[in-house]
């Protein structure tokens, strides 16, 4: 092989695609559109090794605006030049370009399907697995919804995406799961990232631990993303109040569910460190009254 390195050109993602043919993952589908020009804001660099002048593997480093403490990485190498050790010198050649980041930050990580070449190259070059998270959709009348009888005890109310309130629910509750990979999430941010209307949000609901007037305060959230109510599941975020006690967020969690799939099914990301949702889920999963869908993901770091 003469093998050359250098940075991304315009046109590289439609070669490599055709050389590359169909990701071996989920997110090896996704982690492509991220190879692109080098930029300043938001900082990134991309590499691609050709063999005798056609690309054939390129990989790319970059600073994300959330979870700020490490650096997004992504390799990918054609299926008859693996093992060749173009990967690991992709990612010497990231870990240089990494090492001249405007933010100083030289920790890597990568997202991964397990039992994929993307898991087994990750794990033959060090990196090891800090979070995995799962797609569960929650079938139909999977949980009993309560019956909201007491005027002064919990409630269920609809809630405005823009609702400064919501807002501050979302951010306290991404910032209190991604302790392992701190976000610091901002309201400002919290409405980009998952309120806004570019994001596809479409509205929400809340349950309060009693009445709004009485001072409730919101004990769990859900946010649909899904704009009409189909047999097809709805892509919701679900959350809760971090603060209370155990018992609590999984009360107020398994209650909001019960009232989400009293007719219809949804779907939600579940990671690990969302526990008060895996003690909801869990036992769904186990009875079959939730699937898990798609490959399991994890997050990989140095």
């Not at 992709?90 to 001249?100: D, F, P, V, W, Y």
């Not at 967020?249 to 990301?269: I, N, S």
């Amino acid at each position: 092989m003469a093998l050359h390195y250098r940075p991304w050109q315009d046109g590289d993602d439609l070669e490599l695609l055709q050389i590359w043919g169909a990701p071996d993952g989920p997110q090896a589908e996704q982690a492509r559109s991220l190879l692109r020009p080098a930029s300043e804001d938001p900082w990134s660099r991309c590499i691609v090794a050709e063999d005798d002048g056609v690309p054939v593997a390129a990989g790319c480093v970059f600073e994300a605006k959330l979870h700020s403490e490490r650096l997004w990485a992504y390799i990918e190498v054609a299926a008859d030049h693996r093992r060749s050790g173009i990967g690991s010198t992709l990612l010497t050649m990231l870990r240089h370009e990494a090492a001249k980041s405007p933010s100083g930050v030289t920790t890597l990580r990568a997202k991964v399907n397990p039992g994929t070449s993307g898991a087994a190259f990750a794990s033959a070059t060090g990196l090891t697995p800090i979070q995995r998270s799962r797609i569960v959709t929650v079938l139909p009348g999977a949980l009993t919804p309560p019956p909201f009888e007491d005027p002064a005890g919990p409630q269920l109310e609809e809630a405005a995406t823009g609702s400064v309130e919501l807002t501050r629910a979302v951010a306290d509750w991404y910032n209190a799961v991604h302790t392992w990979d701190p976000a610091q999430m901002s309201l400002g941010q919290a409405q980009q990232y998952l309120l806004a209307e570019l994001t596809g949000a479409s509205g929400a609901i809340v349950l309060r631990d009693k009445p709004k007037v009485d001072g409730g305060a919101i004990a769990a959230f859900a946010v649909s993303y899904t704009q009409a109510r189909t047999d097809e599941p709805a892509d919701v975020l679900v959350g809760c109040n971090a603060e209370l006690p155990a018992s609590e967020q999984d009360a107020a969690l398994a209650t909001l569910l019960a009232m989400l799939v009293h007719q219809y099914p949804v779907q939600l990301e579940l990671d690990d460190s969302m526990t008060a949702l895996c003690r909801v889920l869990e036992p769904l999963l186990a009875s079959g009254s939730a699937r898990q869908d798609e490959l399991e993901t994890l997050v990989v770091s140095d």
